[in-house]
């Protein structure tokens, strides 16, 4: 019986090492998360992060016809 709470007892104590170490990493985590997003509120986060991706896209189409623009435009140019 005895080996078998000596067990259960270092069990705890590494389970209670790991609840620390992630109460510090998610604290840690929190205040990056205020440097980078100036909260750390998971849903506004999502929000700001999905405005990006928005925002992003939205570049990217533009640079898009842009490219395709200048290609008509060159081929145009050198008469083909």
Same mark, same amino acid.
């Given at each position: 019986?005895?080996?078998?709470?000596?067990?259960?007892?270092?069990?705890? =104590?590494? &389970?209670?090492?790991?609840?620390?170490?992630? *109460?510090?990493?998610?604290?840690? #985590?929190?205040? !990056?998360?205020? +440097?980078?997003?100036?909260?750390?509120?998971?849903?506004?986060?999502?929000?700001? =992060?999905? &405005?990006?991706?928005?925002?992003?896209?939205? *570049?990217?189409?533009?640079?898009? #016809?842009?490219? !395709?623009?200048? +290609?008509?435009?060159?081929?145009?140019?050198?008469?083909?």
């Amino acid at each position: 019986m005895r080996p078998r709470l000596e067990a259960l007892t270092a069990e705890r =104590i590494r &389970a209670e090492s790991e609840v620390e170490r992630l *109460a510090r990493d998610e604290t840690a #985590a929190r205040a !990056a998360a205020r +440097e980078i997003f100036g909260t750390d509120d998971p849903d506004a986060i999502g929000v700001m =992060i999905e &405005a990006d991706q928005k925002r992003d896209h939205a *570049a990217m189409e533009n640079l898009e #016809a842009l490219l !395709a623009d200048i +290609e008509t435009r060159l081929a145009a140019a050198s008469g083909e």
